[in-house]
């Protein structure tokens, strides 16, 4: 009888919801995408040599805090618990208007009267970039940024359904 109820309470303690799964699922892949990103842009890119230095000061924060935001979505995607959803949907926002700014910086770079204010003027002349990137980086900046406003609103009145869990 003793067995029973043991192996009852952990079959029940498995059970995960869904949607959590889902909801900290995407945010393991926006976070793994901005880290590979950032990783691609140090490792391969030389953004250490080319960039000014806060340029990528503002690259080593940001992968930081994605770091933090991609270890936060995997506990919460292990344990599919509401309660670990909050650290990981602020990393994420976090992570997501930081982006946002540092790809900012990286088209006004690119246009205007400020073309290459954020490269080492060694590599003014010799630095070139495709258009296609430069739209790429901005839209899909704009869709992070959409989707922050989203699901700030749709915490907020889950939280204000559910403020007894909380």
Not at 19 to 35: D, H, T, W
Not at 136 to 162: E, N
Request: with cysteine; glycine share 6%; charged share 20%.
């Amino acid at each position: 009888m003793q067995v029973k109820s043991r192996y009852r309470y952990w079959r029940m303690r498995r059970i995960k919801d869904p949607k959590q799964r889902l909801y900290s699922g995407l945010i393991l892949v926006g976070a793994g995408i901005l880290l590979f990103r950032t990783l691609r842009m140090v490792l391969v890119e030389q953004a250490f040599d080319i960039l000014v230095e806060w340029v990528y000061t503002l690259l080593i924060l940001e992968f930081m805090i994605d770091l933090g935001c991609l270890l936060a979505a995997s506990r919460w995607f292990v344990l599919s618990k509401w309660k670990y959803a909050s650290s990981a949907l602020k990393l994420g926002a976090w992570a997501a208007i930081l982006h946002a700014f540092r790809v900012l910086i990286y088209v006004l770079g690119r246009t205007g009267p400020w073309v290459n204010f954020d490269v080492k003027p060694e590599y003014h002349a010799s630095y070139t970039f495709d258009w296609f990137w430069v739209y790429f980086a901005a839209g899909f900046s704009a869709l992070a940024l959409i989707g922050v406003y989203v699901t700030w609103r749709l915490w907020l009145r889950y939280k204000s359904k559910y403020d007894q869990y909380f």
